[in-house]
């Protein structure tokens, strides 16, 4: 098989053409690496008529066979790492070893998830009666997925989904549309036809997913807008939705911890792929007397990073993903700049091709402006001051984002205390972005609607049911 040409969507578990076709791009260098089939309306349909056509069949299929599926799709992506890690770096922009982390990390992901149940629950149990609230699948799950990691992202959904007996329709961004196709063209013959199809498309084509009346449910990971405008969408039809939206996750640093030592941790936590994570750190309080050492370290470990084509040997930090969000940091910096806000490092703009921003760093900016109260999405980190626990800890939590946030300190008891404060779906103590398929994973406010991971994640992808059964002695 190749990894580098002939892209087809899988409807039905069949290749198919687009009904056009759309470039996609290197971010490293701006040069067009392929065309994505562009999925028309008529074949968005019919794949929702195969996801449908393939439901009766896969729902009634024992759930140890459906743990046998996912175990083999965790396989397959196993065994074909290296080659989708090389196309993820050309069209997603990160280093090779982050992109096998993607692909790895949805073969994990569908293993432990297919370690699941799906409880019964006994609610009446009595001479007259018995009653039991049971768990079952959906129908079809539109599965919407953003560009930061393609694989990992869409196997939050895919796994659950199918575990619980569901069939889906995932769709991939179109900026990084080339691996996910690749991981449906392994997966044919893998899964029984139609349990799994993979659409590509344009701007219109999320909107069919979430208006789609086949479609019963809708899972979504990408921005708080465009969460919006799939309630919004999915509202008409009364679908079930679960939304993984933005974050403005802030990372409170405590006067007691080792400097040298959490400095190149902290680093990590905001600028791992290039900062475009929606559990990045976008916002560090460091506790005013540790300030000016804490900001020495991590400007000295900044400039220790290298920056560059994910595909180049030594390469740490690839290239923002795509010219809109590009060019929407490059306005943040700008803004910061005309505000005169400091800049410890970075800032410069690069006339280079590819849509490289260094590591930027701006010292203590105001609280009110952009890059403190918007998510940045990219390498462009405000370190902020703090002196009164009360006061940061409203700071940290006067957004409208509450999707995770980390407090860095030797001691646990007051640790514990600052997290339980924070409003937020996660909170990490001395580490941050660790995610547990067997936790579950979600937003507070409007970093989203309900959560992934976890039996919680699972029950998602279901409707309950209660069975009363009126004994024949009663
Ligand atoms: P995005 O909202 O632009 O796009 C996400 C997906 O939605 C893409 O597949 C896109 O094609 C599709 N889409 C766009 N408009 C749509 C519409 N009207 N209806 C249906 N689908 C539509 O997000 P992005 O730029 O790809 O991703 C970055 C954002 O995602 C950031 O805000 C980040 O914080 C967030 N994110 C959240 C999580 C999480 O788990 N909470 C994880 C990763 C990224």
């Known amino acids: 098989m190749k990894f580098d040409s002939d892209f087809t969507m899988t409807i039905g578990g069949k290749a198919v053409a687009g009904a056009s076709s759309f470039e996609v791009l290197n971010p490293a260098n701006e040069k067009v690496i392929a065309r994505a089939p562009d999925c028309s309306r008529a074949q968005l349909d019919e794949a929702v008529a195969a996801a449908r056509a393939a439901f009766p069949a896969w729902s009634a299929t024992p759930i140890e066979k459906r743990r046998e599926a996912l175990l083999a799709i965790a396989g397959t992506l196993a065994a074909n790492a290296e080659p989708l890690k090389r196309l993820l770096t050309a069209e997603q922009g990160k280093p090779h070893d982050d992109a096998a982390g993607d692909i790895l990390g949805g073969a994990y992901w569908c293993q432990a998830i297919s370690s699941l149940d799906l409880p019964v629950t006994v609610v009446e149990d009595t001479a007259e ?80 997913i979430t208006s789609h009346p086949g479609i019963d449910k809708v899972s979504f990971t990408g921005s708080t807008q465009t969460g919006r405008k799939v309630m919004q969408s999915a509202a008409a039809t009364l679908k079930r939705i679960t939304l993984e939206l933005g974050g403005n996750d802030a990372a409170i640093v405590m006067p007691d911890v080792d400097v040298e030592k959490v400095a190149e941790q902290l680093f990590w936590a905001a600028f791992k792929n290039t900062g475009q994570i929606c559990i990045a750190t976008k916002r560090m309080y460091v506790h005013k007397d540790i300030y000016e050492p804490l900001k020495a370290a991590l400007v000295a470990y900044a400039k ?49 091709p590819g849509y490289f921003v260094p590591v930027t760093i701006i010292d203590n900016p105001p609280e009110d402006s952009r890059i403190v109260q918007e998510e940045q999405f990219g390498p462009v980190l405000p370190l902020l001051k703090f002196d009164d626990l009360d006061d940061v800890i409203a700071r940290a939590n006067a957004t409208p984002y509450g999707l995770g946030g980390s407090v860095w300190t030797a001691d646990e008891d007051k640790a514990a205390e600052i997290a339980s404060r924070l409003a937020t779906g996660t909170v990490w103590i001395n580490e941050s972005q660790h995610l547990s398929p067997l936790a579950a994973f979600g937003g507070h406010k409007q970093s989203g609607l309900g959560v992934e991971g976890a039996l919680e994640g699972l029950l998602e992808y279901t409707n309950t049911q209660t069975i009363f059964l009126k004994k024949a002695a009663a």
């Open 129 to 208: 009666r018995r009653g039991e609230t049971r768990h079952v699948p959906i129908g079809v799950v539109g599965a919407i997925a953003p560009w930061n990691f393609p694989i990992v992202l869409a196997m939050f959904k895919v796994a659950p989904a199918l575990l619980a007996g569901n069939t889906v329709v995932l769709k991939p961004s179109p900026f990084t549309p080339l691996t996910t196709l690749k991981v449906g063209e392994l997966l044919r013959g893998v899964l029984p036809d139609g349990v799994l199809n993979i659409v590509t498309g344009g701007d219109d084509l999320g909107p069919w």
């Open 304 to 352: 220790t990073v290298k920056v560059g084509d994910g595909a180049e040997q030594g390469a740490q930090l690839g290239p923002i993903q795509n010219r809109l969000q590009y060019q929407r940091v490059l306005e943040l910096i700008e803004d910061a700049r005309a505000k005169g806000y400091k800049f410890l490092i970075g800032g410069e703009k690069s006339e280079a």
